[in-house]
């Protein structure tokens, strides 16, 4: 935004800084917006430990006028590129510059559109490859414990073999002959780990070492625990020595080396197989070398994103899954979909701290499923539920998100996908829903989503009072023509809307709170950002349903009103309801 007279008038002091100062950090009050005398700025933002450059701002130009018109704490940081001198306008003086002053909040406007666009795909960008890097992390976790099973096992079995060829040339043929049953049990016995406790290990490893060396088998300790493995008993030892193998130094000896070496060979093919199993999980999870929509199964997607993020998972944190048995599978970009279960699991993974529970449920209709992803951490706080999906909008400290990652999730669902996501929380429970239609490609709005009509006709037939959130004095619109018709048949219509004092014969109130009566219902014309604090007063007064009108749908409004005993009707007109049910009653 160029510097013009009108901005430079209304400053109310003047900062110098220094290069390297900060003018202001990310989390701080934005309370004041600055005028760019001389110098230069530069806009970063934290993603873990490194800086992200947002962009560079110079002379002529207004910088923090975001959060200080939004109310909302800094999004990112400034600091002084170069000595510099800006002048700090205070929110009072520039909100009333934007009220008086029709061109500059034109230009203000220009130029927020203008940077919110560019600072948004800067961020989103950042944020994929923050969640590329959480993805690498994981898989390099979870591969680390395999290749490592693989290459102790590979350097140990080239001395095993050593040990088996040796001992093998110290037996004759008969011997050999007579050891080959015993060969294949120690085989056999090399696929299943022992599940001897400790104790009772070192128990039979000391008593099988004594009967060794009363037996005069040269270094029995480094036999012993070979034979454990194999099961061997002091019996099954006298045995072998009454069997006529021979030499029981060299019959022993070869069984703990096909033993060992077996058993390397498992160790191996087990890192191996868990190796292939990542990898293919990865890739699963990616849908690498595969159409970008497909049929999509929601179950494997989650089952891929938990193994991706294990490492997060493990300790101390348990997962439970409460899946629909014939979830069906749905047209989807897949990839897209497992970004969406990636940022929420890790979101619940980051608000337990190492201790606590996710759970995933999900649930089908004919036309649509639902994913349900909770966790008993401390909760959200009250008042940021619904700007959680906000971009740059953020709960954790500075430097732990850049607030994209649920504002992508949204992109992704809502836009993509044609489906809805929303979150509830409490002290103790968080749970994310995610709705989305079994073909995306094509939606039809009256299907693709659970239309109870069993409640709609049950709820049109037992109300009496209606508090209409929103009501409209202007005759021409929804606001008031759909009151106005509930009204006609019969209905007791209380108005809210501090806006108007008056309508359909009725006095206006400011909000629901301040309604002398409990209404039966709520009917919302608001828009759907607005619902959950409307669905907070309904609870509050004591209405049994929230009603939102065709077009106003939260999700989490909605979630928030049904944990509380109200019955719930969203994105539907009630008049249409109330006509339709009408028409089949006079049909009857």
Request: proline share 4%.
């Amino acid at each position: 935004m160029a510097k013009d007279g009108s901005l430079a008038d209304i400053a109310s002091g003047v900062l110098q800084l220094k290069t390297g100062d900060m003018l202001f950090s990310e989390g701080d009050r934005g309370d004041t917006a600055y005028l760019i005398e001389e110098g230069e700025l530069e806009v970063f933002k934290k993603t873990g430990s490194k800086e992200v450059r947002l962009a560079i701002r110079r002379t002529g130009e207004l910088i923090g006028e975001m959060s200080l018109l939004d109310e909302a704490p800094r999004s990112a940081s400034v600091r002084a590129r170069k000595p510099s001198q800006v002048l700090v306008i205070a929110q009072e003086s520039l909100e009333h510059l934007l009220r008086t002053n029709a061109n500059a909040a034109r230009s203000l406007f220009n130029t927020i559109l203008a940077r919110n666009r560019a600072t948004g795909a800067m961020l989103r960008q950042s944020e994929k490859m923050a969640q590329l890097g959480t993805l690498t992390a994981g898989v390099a976790h979870e591969l680390n414990n395999p290749a490592a099973a693989v290459k102790r096992g590979s350097s140990k079995l080239a001395d095993a073999l050593v040990a088996l060829e040796k001992a093998s040339t110290q037996l004759l043929p008969a011997q050999r002959a007579a050891l080959e049953p015993l060969g294949v049990i120690a085989k056999e016995r090399a696929t299943r780990p022992s599940e001897l406790d400790a104790l009772v290990r070192a128990d039979k490893e000391e008593e099988l070492e004594d009967w060794l060396d009363s037996h005069d088998v040269d270094e029995p300790w480094e036999l012993a625990s070979s034979l454990v493995d194999l099961d061997l008993s002091t019996e099954s030892l006298d045995e072998i020595a009454n069997a006529g193998v021979g030499d029981l130094g060299d019959a022993v000896r070869w069984l703990g080396a096909t033993h060992e070496v077996q058993s390397l060979l498992t160790e191996i093919s087990l890192g191996a197989g868990q190796i292939s199993r990542i990898v293919d999980a990865l890739k699963q999870y990616s849908f690498l070398d595969q159409a970008p929509v497909q049929d999509v199964d929601v179950h494997e997607g989650l089952n891929n994103t938990l193994l991706i993020l294990r490492h997060k998972l493990k300790r101390g944190i348990s997962v439970q899954r409460e899946y629909c048995e014939d979830l069906p599978k749905i047209r989807a970009r897949g990839s897209e979909l497992n970004q969406v279960w990636t940022n929420i699991i890790d979101n619940a993974a980051d608000a337990l701290d190492g201790s606590g529970t996710i759970k995933l449920r999900t649930t089908c209709g004919a036309h649509w499923i639902t994913v349900e992803i909770e966790d008993d951490g401390p909760g959200i706080p009250p008042g940021v539920c619904d700007r959680v999906f906000e971009a740059f909008f953020t709960t954790k400290p500075p430097g732990k998100g850049s607030g994209q990652g649920l504002d992508i999730s949204w992109r992704i669902v809502v836009d993509n996908h044609h489906g809805s996501i929303g979150v509830y929380s409490r002290p103790g429970c968080t749970c994310f829903k995610v709705k989305l239609p079994v073909d995306y490609e094509n939606v039809d709005v009256e299907t693709a989503f659970e239309v109870d009509e069993e409640l709609e006709k049950a709820l049109i037939d037992r109300t009496k009072t209606i508090a209409v959130v929103g009501i409209s004095s202007k005759p021409e619109r929804p606001g008031h023509t759909v009151p106005a018709y509930l009204q006609a048949q019969g209905y007791t219509i209380i108005p809210v809307n501090p806006r108007i004092d008056e309508v359909l014969g009725q006095k206006a109130y400011p909000d629901l709170k301040s309604i002398p009566d409990k209404p039966d219902m709520v009917l919302v014309f608001r828009r759907s950002e607005e619902a959950p604090n409307i669905v907070e007063d309904a609870i509050a007064v004591g209405a049994k349903s929230v009603w939102m009108q065709l077009g106003v749908w939260n999700a989490a409004a909605g979630e928030s009103a049904r944990r509380a005993g109200l019955s719930v009707v969203m994105d539907r007109c009630m008049r249409a309801v109330h006509q339709r049910l009408k028409r089949e009653e006079e049909g009857r």
